[in-house]
């Protein structure tokens, strides 16, 4: 059965102002699964081609009031109608033919009526209409897409100008950070520094307490403000890429930070490490603020493990840092990598709460992925996940 786009069945007009013979023309065509419209007379026609849509129009030209002959070319001057195909019907000869063709119509069919014929050129005639209409929705939906991509177009034009104003105040908050905020930092730590020379000898035990309290202080605000200075130009610079040996970061960040190892016991367990694409001084930063943090929370530990390795999942690496420390509590994990979000006071722990935000922030713009699991007392596991070679998104480069 053939069916619009929508579903519907098709419409064929059939109209003669002998019910028998439209009773005829409905036994011939009802098994093609039509629907079929009966007119009587040339203005029922009208009246049914406002209602509805066809694919044909099957006339008769020989019909008392309006014939066959004007309804055709009052048919063919409507917009709307014109382009429907009319198949007169006639028990005349050529020139009855010849008047139909000057009115509109698209073919003859004389009587008595060859069944297989007349089903014939309307089956050609319907799929002509359905073929219309499935390029008209085609053009319609090609117009509304391209509507859609000149709306999106102009919603991205905006949001880069957003982003444009977002980074230029970025870049002055930036400033402010290194410049304003660092000016009256250096005056506060000098200040202090010469009252505990001016004290010398005279300092009691409060006093020294104070002088210690401001420069610790002073150091924690240097370190906020290295550390927010590194989050904000995390995003902004752009990425060096270059295949980087994460092994050779490793190996690097444990040199750096061996001063602090002094005295303390650590088991390193690494496995062996693939090598990634990426920006080599960012990922060094999400190496040393991995492994910076797993021997920060093992301090309290005498026997301490941390275990790097890395499992290939599809077409990316994982990356874990491990460590047997004091842990956090599992339902808390997502606010690990918020900015200035901590899961253990700056009594027990130092810190600024920026590191694992930057982490964060360098994974996804190369395209990866962190989380983190850990149970109170029993260690923590983080992740962080990158592209294998090759399969970097357009977007990260």
Known sequence: MPTTPRGDRVNVLLVDDKPENLVALESLLEASGYHLVRAQSGEDALLALLEREYAAIVLDVQMPGMSGIELAQMIRARRKTQDVP?????AHGDESAIAGYEAGAVDFLTKPLHPAVLRSKIAVFVELFLKTKALKAEVEERRQAEERIVQLNKELGARVEELAAANAELEAFSYTLSHDLRAPLRHVSGFVTLLKDSLADRQNAEDAEFIRLIQGATVRMGQLIDDMLTFFRVGQVGINWAVVSVTALIE?????LSPALTGRAVQWNIHPLPEVEGDPAMLRQVVLSLIDNALKFTRTKTDVVIEIGADR??????????DNGVGFDQRHADKLFGVFQRLHSPTEFEGTGIGLASVRRIVQRHS????AESNPGEG??????LPIAGHTSAHAR
């Open 313 to 322: 999942k599809g077409d990316e690496y994982v990356f874990f840092v491990r």
């Open 86 to 90: 009319i198949l007169f019907l006639t």
């Open 368 to 371: 990866g992925r962190t989380w």
């Open 380 to 385: 923590a596991t983080v992740y962080f996940s």
């Open 252 to 256: 690097d960040v444990r040199e750096t």
